[in-house]
């Protein structure tokens, strides 16, 4: 099997590099095998939280996620709720990787990081793995295995592993909406009246909801990794530090807004994280289909779920783009991000159009 995303591997960004010596001597009496040289590089997909390889010799490798760089809200990028639920999760569920230590001392690198098994696999981001090009069945195997894993995932016993107190399920989405609307307050540079009718007409279509489960709060194509030789088989389940307890629903509506289809219009394609082109991805219509059928729940509501999805993903850029304009990262992938909100808002005001009354 092939490295997960080998081509995402790149030398630390001048910015987002931290104490490599003080790191090797924390971890050495800490973690297995981390005795020895310590070669850091960096992962480039992502536009949150900071994620590094750290190889020590040829046979042991770790991963090392903390959050971004500058102000940010806790509970979006908390490794210690990631570590707290992946030091568990991986025995009700599979595709979660496995943790292996947690610090909280800033002192360390610069903020609080966690330290996770490498998976291997493929990762699917703008542009499908050449090895697949050549299988035409490859979109629609990785559509069914996404589908199938987070109806998996919705069904784990978040009881029995102990994530009872996790978070808390009645109210769920009402604080979802109202959280979103909080931090887009403290991420806009101007008072825009089209966001503020999207955060309207979601506090007035709140939905009476009855599921509760764990919620990953970030589930896309490209926090999915795939079995290098086998599309239908999913090896892992990334980025766990918005996991909490709440309505399964909000992930459905999460997924439908990272997914692209081919009657989207450019600017959404571009804000998408998956392949563009003739690929045979599911529609949205499918993943629901499919999901209902795994899950068995009534997605009547759904419109409701994808625009507080395209709501969620608006102010997450906002959020990411203010920093870029203050001066807290030098990432350039973040100067237009500007743009990708006004097309979010756009796409979440055709929706409720279309869903009016």
Known sequence: MSSPAEHDLIEVRADERFDEMRLRRYLRDRLPGAQGEMIVRQFSGGKANLTYLLAFGESSE?????????????????????NRVLSVLHQAFPFAPRTYLYCEDEAVIGAPFLIMERCRGVVVRDAMPQRFTGDRSAPQRMSRALVDTLAAFHA????????????????????????????????????????????????????????HSLVHNDFKLDNTMFDAEDPS????????????????????????TYWTGPGDSAAVRAIGTMPVGDFDFYSRGQILQRYAEQSGRD???????????????????????????????????????NVSVKALTAWAHEIMSENAG
Not at 65 to 76: M, V
Not at 163 to 184: D, K, M, N, T, Y
Not at 319 to 334: A, K, S
Request: net charge negative; proline share 5%.
């Open 156 to 211: 784990v016993d978040y009881e029995a592993i102990g994530l009872s107190e996790l978070g808390r399920p009645a109210g769920f989405i009402q604080r979802q909406v109202e959280g979103w609307w909080r931090r887009w307050g403290a991420a806009a540079l101007d008072d825009d009246l089209r966001v503020k009718q999207i955060y309207r007409w979601l506090a007035d279509h709140l939905p009476e909801s009855s599921y």
């Open 62 to 82: 770790y991963v090392l996620r903390r959050p971004p760089l500058g102000d940010y809200a806790p509970s979006a990028h908390d490794m210690g709720r990631e």
């Open 299 to 337: 997605l009547s509501n759904m419109p409701f779920y994808h625009v507080l999805g395209i709501f969620r993903l608006l102010v997450i850029l906002q959020q990411i783009y203010i920093r870029y304009v203050r001066g807290y990262t030098q990432d350039t992938r973040f100067a237009g991000l």
């Open 233 to 256: 088989r999913v090896v892992a389940i990334l980025d766990w530090d918005m996991c909490t307890l709440g309505d399964p629903l909000s992930d459905v509506g999460t997924l439908l």
